[in-house]
T-cell receptor, first 117, second 113 residues
Framework: AQKITQTQPGMFVQEKEAVTLDCTYD???????LFWYKQPSSGEMIFLIYQGSYDEQNATEGRYSLNFQKARKSANLVISASQLGDSAMYFC??????????????FGKGTSLLVTP | GAVVSQHPSRVICKSGTSVKIECRSL??????MFWYRQFPKQSLMLMATSNEGSKATYEQGVEKDKFLINHASLTLSTLTVTSAHPEDSSFYICSAWDRDGYTFGSGTRLTVV
């Protein structure tokens, strides 16, 4: 079964606007972590933001914020003030279990974001 | 911050030959190394998990005799694609884990001709 679902294959946003990329997850673990990565055409994986399952506050990192709704099992990424350089693939990922052990990340299928002038 | 050096970044090889991909953690010790494969416009799919000094654990459907993983030290893990075929052409990327989190290599684009 798909553990991470990203329903938007592609998104467009105009420069300087905000955009929300959707992510829902499925787990029966109480302890888990949610990650967002950016992958430009070069292929590198750039870490953006992390939310732990026990974190009560939504995570924020500069222009990135994570809208964490635990009951709905959603972890949407919000990018504010989009820039042309934000055009890339964005992946939502989940680590099940605590962060004290090396569990693999499960990735969603990704959303391709295109920022237009 | 933590850095994982992955080499080569691109490789073209002939069908039937073997290719070795290296991932080296430069300033930390990687307790666990994950190897992923990514086909064009698709997600990262976990191939195997390796811990230093022990045999790798392969995901269902991944041939362990074809994709040889060696994690001989806490700073070096290698993936060897043996007897490569065109269908093995893909983007391979490693991810090292320590208690500070995950650090990805820059990836290797393998083309088998």
């Amino acid at each position: 079964a798909q553990k991470i679902t990203q329903t938007q294959p592609g998104m467009f946003v105009q420069e300087k606007e905000a955009v929300t990329l959707d992510c829902t997850y499925d787990t029966s673990d109480q302890s888990y972590g949610l990650f967002w990565y950016k992958q430009p055409s070069s292929g590198e994986m750039i870490f953006l933001i992390y939310q732990g399952s026990y974190d009560e506050q939504n995570a924020t990192e500069g222009r990135y914020s994570l809208n964490f709704q635990k009951a709905r099992k959603s972890a949407n990424l919000v990018i504010s003030a989009s820039q042309l350089g934000d055009s890339a693939m964005y992946f939502c990922a989940m680590r099940e279990g605590s962060g004290n052990s090396g569990y693999a990340l499960n990735f969603g299928k990704g959303t391709s974001l295109l920022v237009t002038p | 911050g933590a850095v994982v050096s992955q080499h080569p970044s691109r490789v073209i090889c002939k069908s039937g030959t073997s290719v070795k991909i290296e991932c080296r953690s430069l300033d930390f010790q990687a307790t666990t190394m994950f190897w992923y494969r990514q086909f064009p416009k698709q997600s990262l799919m976990l191939m195997a998990t390796s811990n230093e000094g022990s045999k790798a654990t392969y995901e269902q459907g991944v041939e362990k005799d074809k994709f040889l993983i060696n994690h001989a030290s806490l700073t070096l893990s290698t993936l060897t694609v043996t007897s490569a075929h065109p269908e093995d052409s893909s983007f391979y990327i490693c991810s090292a884990w320590d208690r500070d989190g995950y650090t990805f290599g820059s990836g290797t684009r393998l083309t088998v001709v």
